[in-house]
């Protein structure tokens, strides 16, 4: 049996990073083949299309995609259809990646770069589950149109009840593997949508009795992530509230450069990425931190190939980098040694 993996630099430091993740990959000798293709604004300034068909037919037959970041500047005022962004989501769509995991570890080593202060934050170990191919991001009607002499926008936030039932799934199952607490996140003090989202949780509690389920306004959630974030152990919600919620979640840890994430289909076909975005500010200048995407080069041997103990082995290696001292700017505190994306790469290989 072959394993498939197709590595999706992007854009900004997609590159950079990734081809750290990769090299991790290849040093554990699992015999994985690794093929590259483009994504994004790399993908739309070769094709014109950020999502091009050779790249879907690649995704189509890997078993796990590994991706860089994708966006910039240079193409914010491209038309829609030829944005980078739109080659996110369109691979998130196509692949049915609707269990989006996104997990906020502190670890300890890092306290200090906590914009928190440490007794709020240290310890803190939080998995956001965002739905990822639904909810406003993908609801029709949508657009831009005039009427009555002026322009006005609109786009429609919808869920399926099989939507909400099948990432409320993923959600209390990840909670029982870890401390059987699921917080799902609505409005649904204001949006019907969320009130069918509260409604389908609890319909579906039963069938978890370990696990003890409370939900949140998204407005509070958003508070109480910074005012005593520990309460939370597993967090569940839409696609949007989702997006916004694992933004805040990651600066709890001290830099986003630290967070992976995992996009699941239902057969735990996957799509890695870090959390953060292209940085196009520092691309090309072997200053980004490779850990997120390395990080998430773990998460794709455990939930795609089911490599727990090769998962094990990045995660000890990314720690034990970490305890060396070794710090990409972004994480970088006195007294420790600053080293560029390259470096970090090869202390981590070393510790391997
Ligand atoms: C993310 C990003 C994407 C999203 C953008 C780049 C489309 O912010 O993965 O969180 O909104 O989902
Ligand atoms: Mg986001």
Not at 23 to 31: C, I, P, S, T
Not at 180 to 206: G, Y
Request: with cysteine; proline share 5%; hydrophobic share 40%.
């Amino acid at each position: 049996m072959t394993k498939k993996i197709l590595v999706l630099p992007g854009d900004g430091i997609g590159p950079e990073i990734t081809a750290e993740a990769a090299r991790v990959l290849e040093a554990l000798e699992l015999g994985f083949e690794m093929e590259t293709a483009l994504l994004g604004g790399a993908a739309v300034d070769a094709t014109g299309d950020p999502y091009p068909e050779a790249t879907r037919k690649l995704a189509r037959e890997a078993d796990a995609v590994l991706l860089g970041a994708v966006g910039g500047p240079k193409w914010d005022a491209n038309p829609r259809e030829q944005r980078p962004e739109k080659g996110l989501l369109g691979i998130r769509q196509h692949l049915n990646l609707f269990a989006n995991l996104r997990p906020a570890l502190l670890y300890p080593e890092l306290a200090d770069a906590s914009t928190l202060k440490p007794e709020v934050v240290s310890g803190l170990d939080i998995l956001i589950v965002r739905e990822l191919t639904g909810d406003i991001y993908f609801g029709q009607p949508r657009g831009i149109e005039a009427h009555n002499g002026e322009r006005f926008g609109f786009n429609t936030m919808r869920y399926t009840e099989t939507e909400i039932r099948r990432i409320g799934r993923v959600a209390f199952q990840a909670a029982q593997r870890r401390n059987k607490k699921l917080c799902s996140v609505d409005k649904m003090n204001v949006l019907e949508t969320t009130q069918l989202w509260r409604d389908v949780m609890e319909e579906i509690a039963p069938e978890y009795p370990d696990v003890t389920l409370i939900h949140m306004l998204v407005d509070n959630a958003a508070m109480q992530l910074v005012r005593a974030p520990r309460q939370f152990d597993v967090l569940v919600t839409g696609n949007m509230f989702g997006d916004i919620l694992s933004d805040e979640a990651s600066m709890l840890t001290g830099s986003i450069g630290m967070l992976p994430s995992a996009s699941l289909d239902e057969n735990n076909k996957g799509l890695y990425e870090p959390s953060h975005g292209s940085a196009p500010d520092i691309a090309g200048q072997d200053v980004a931190n490779p850990l997120a995407t390395i990080l998430s080069a773990a998460m794709l041997l455990r939930y795609t190939f089911q490599e727990e103990e090769a998962a094990r082995r990045v995660e000890a290696a990314v720690k034990k980098a970490l305890a060396q001292g070794f710090r990409t700017a972004d994480i970088h505190a006195p007294g420790a040694t600053k080293v560029g994306t390259r470096q970090m790469g090869d202390a981590v290989l070393k510790a391997l």
